[in-house]
């Protein structure tokens, strides 16, 4: 905008004197200044990077699992590393239910791609919270319950674990022994203090209860405890409720803040109701807890990050702060969540017929991994291998820990062409009727010819 011909005519005046300026510098310019090249970088010039002191980091073992796999010419190859749902023909599943709500979003012309809020898309947050804590939750009717969209699981754990490190009063944080390997990063690299609490018995292939409380008990007032809603990623191992009502009563009787991981809800028992019960437990008595929650698993959303954060507080108004400071965690972290994959989930979740479909499907996924268990237990009890195997018909979930140990794991991989993670953690739903026997004589190997 102009303020009249004067100050036009001036502000023309000024920049034609800057040209000519110009112009009598370039023609001053010797010859010798003109062919000047511009000199290299000191760094670039001897060849060297500036990132030349960056050592290759590790392979993360789960992932190099594939890599391995891939890499594989045999026919008879088999993956059981990755925890991703296969179908009985190998090939990864989209759900129906998944594809009927994606196809509804696209023919909706009024959808836009706008930025989401910061704390996600509002429908998803309500009903996510309504799917972990129970339609009649006293604490959603008290509006005691933050909830935010988050990049899956990992990146709800990671919001919460910088919320925690910048708001609580107590920066240690007990995760169970063992635990996926991602968690201590996630914690790690927010600032807090990682310690681990004793959980899986390799004796009985089942779980260490009387460690476990032991350990927690001897935890400082007021320490984080990090707790597998259901499904424990890697072993498969899963407290009785008897024993999660031990659990809560010594969190709460010394002031322990509980943080759920609830990766498999519905996929674990083919239940959701069932699944969620550790965690309602914790919530209908009146205390507050974490929860993060993925749609990785139950909805088949790998690929689109989909998760929530709920924070269970003692007040509404008290929810109302927290939310407010983990507008200022995401924020920076990474603006705010992706719009497809929580359309999807809020799609399902609020339609009645959907929702009951989606069960129906979940359900199947559920059965068919513990049929998988059955299959393989039987396959090794036929073959007379050594050991007891039942184990692999009492653990839960996707994953299996098999108690085999890195030499056979290797030896499987040399001789039979699986993989899997060197701590002997298999994903059932990589197996199949058709893959079952040829597991079943690798494990048979391996116990009376391997290591």
Same mark, same amino acid.
């Not at 670039?44 to 392979?59: L, M, N, T």
């Not at 088999?78 to 979003?105: D, F, H, S």
């Not at 925690?164 to 009063?169: C, G, P, V």
């Not at 240690?172 to 203090?193: E, Q, R």
């Given at each position: 905008?102009?303020?009249?011909?004067?100050?036009?005519?001036?502000?023309?005046?000024?920049?034609?004197?800057?040209?000519?300026?110009?112009?009598?510098?370039?023609?001053?310019?010797?010859?010798?200044?003109?062919?000047?090249?511009?000199?290299?970088?000191?760094?670039?010039?001897?060849?060297?990077?500036?990132?030349?002191?960056?050592?290759?980091?590790?392979?993360?073992?789960?992932?190099?699992?594939?890599?391995?796999?891939?890499?594989?010419?045999?026919?008879?190859?088999?993956?059981?590393?990755?925890?991703?749902?296969?179908?009985?023909?190998?090939?990864?599943?989209?759900?129906?239910?998944?594809?009927?709500?994606?196809?509804?979003?696209?023919?909706?012309?009024? &959808?836009? +791609?706008?930025? $989401? #809020?910061?704390?996600?898309? %509002?429908?998803?947050?309500?009903? /996510?919270?309504? !799917?972990?804590?129970?339609?009649?939750?006293?604490?959603?009717?008290?509006?005691?319950?933050?909830?935010?969209?988050?990049?899956?699981?990992?990146?709800?754990?990671?919001?919460?674990?910088?919320?925690?490190?910048?708001?609580?009063?107590?920066?240690?944080?007990?995760?169970?022994?063992?635990?996926?390997?991602?968690?201590?990063?996630?914690?790690?690299?927010?600032?807090?203090?990682?310690?681990?609490?004793?959980?899986?018995?390799?004796?009985?292939?089942?779980?260490?209860?009387?460690?476990?409380?032991?350990?927690?008990?001897?935890?400082?007032?007021?320490?984080?405890?990090?707790?597998?809603?259901?499904?424990?990623?890697?072993?498969?191992?899963?407290?009785?409720?008897?024993?999660?009502?031990?659990?809560?009563?010594?969190? &709460?009787? +010394?002031?322990? $803040? #509980?943080?759920?991981?609830? %990766?498999?809800?519905?996929?674990? /028992?083919?239940? !959701?109701?069932?699944?969620?019960?550790?965690?309602?437990?914790?919530?209908?008595?009146?205390?507050?807890?974490?929860?993060?929650?993925?749609?990785?698993?139950?909805?088949?959303?790998?690929?689109?990050?989909?998760?929530?954060?709920?924070?269970?507080?003692?007040?509404?108004?008290?929810?109302?702060?927290?939310?407010?400071?983990?507008?200022?965690?995401?924020?920076?972290?990474?603006?705010?969540?992706?719009?497809?994959?929580?359309?999807?989930?809020?799609?399902?979740?609020?339609?009645?017929?959907?929702?009951?479909?989606?069960?129906?499907?979940?359900?199947?996924?559920?059965?068919?991994?513990?049929?998988?268990?059955?299959?393989?237990?039987?396959?090794?009890?036929?073959?007379?291998?050594?050991?007891?195997?039942?184990?692999?018909?009492?653990?839960?979930?996707?994953?299996?820990?098999?108690?085999?140990?890195?030499?056979?794991?290797?030896?499987?991989?040399?001789?039979?062409?699986?993989?899997?993670?060197?701590?002997?953690?298999?994903?059932?739903?990589?197996?199949?009727?058709?893959?079952?026997?040829?597991?079943?004589?690798?494990?048979?190997?391996?116990?009376?010819?391997?290591?």
């Amino acid at each position: 905008m102009h303020m009249g011909h004067i100050s036009h005519s001036s502000s023309s005046s000024a920049a034609d004197r800057r040209l000519a300026a110009l112009v009598r510098h370039l023609e001053g310019s010797s010859l010798h200044e003109a062919n000047l090249s511009i000199s290299a970088a000191p760094t670039s010039a001897s060849g060297i990077s500036v990132f030349d002191h960056v050592v290759r980091g590790p392979e993360d073992p789960i992932l190099g699992v594939t890599v391995a796999y891939n890499k594989d010419p045999s026919p008879v190859k088999l993956n059981l590393g990755v925890g991703a749902y296969r179908t009985e023909e190998g090939k990864p599943l989209i759900l129906n239910v998944v594809r009927k709500a994606e196809q509804m979003l696209v023919n909706d012309r009024s &959808r836009v +791609k706008e930025y $989401l #809020p910061i704390v996600g898309l %509002a429908d998803f947050n309500k009903l /996510s919270a309504k !799917l972990i804590l129970g339609a009649n939750s006293p604490a959603i009717q008290d509006n005691r319950v933050t909830t935010v969209q988050c990049l899956s699981g990992t990146g709800s754990l990671r919001v919460g674990a910088e919320f925690l490190s910048k708001h609580y009063h107590q920066r240690t944080i007990y995760i169970p022994l063992p635990t996926w390997g991602n968690h201590p990063k996630v914690f790690g690299l927010a600032g807090l203090s990682v310690k681990t609490y004793r959980y899986y018995d390799p004796a009985t292939r089942g779980l260490n209860f009387e460690g476990l409380l032991q350990d927690l008990g001897s935890a400082p007032s007021g320490a984080i405890v990090l707790l597998h809603a259901c499904a424990h990623n890697p072993t498969g191992v899963d407290p009785t409720t008897r024993q999660w009502e031990q659990i809560r009563q010594l969190l &709460r009787s +010394k002031a322990l $803040l #509980p943080f759920f991981d609830s %990766a498999y809800q519905g996929f674990a /028992s083919g239940s !959701l109701d069932t699944d969620a019960q550790s965690v309602r437990m914790f919530v209908n008595d009146g205390g507050e807890c974490l929860i993060a929650q993925s749609y990785a698993k139950n909805m088949g959303l790998y690929g689109e990050r989909v998760g929530a954060l709920s924070i269970v507080c003692r007040s509404a108004d008290v929810a109302s702060r927290v939310e407010s400071q983990l507008k200022l965690v995401i924020r920076p972290m990474y603006s705010n969540p992706p719009i497809h994959g929580a359309s999807i989930v809020a799609t399902v979740l609020k339609d009645r017929t959907m929702f009951q479909d989606w069960t129906v499907e979940l359900k199947a996924m559920a059965d068919r991994i513990i049929s998988m268990r059955q299959q393989l237990f039987d396959a090794l009890r036929s073959r007379g291998t050594p050991g007891d195997w039942s184990h692999i018909i009492k653990q839960i979930g996707m994953f299996t820990f098999t108690g085999l140990n890195s030499k056979q794991v290797a030896f499987m991989t040399k001789e039979y062409h699986i993989y899997m993670t060197s701590d002997g953690r298999i994903s059932m739903a990589g197996l199949s009727t058709r893959t079952v026997p040829h597991l079943a004589d690798a494990i048979h190997a391996a116990v009376t010819k391997g290591a």
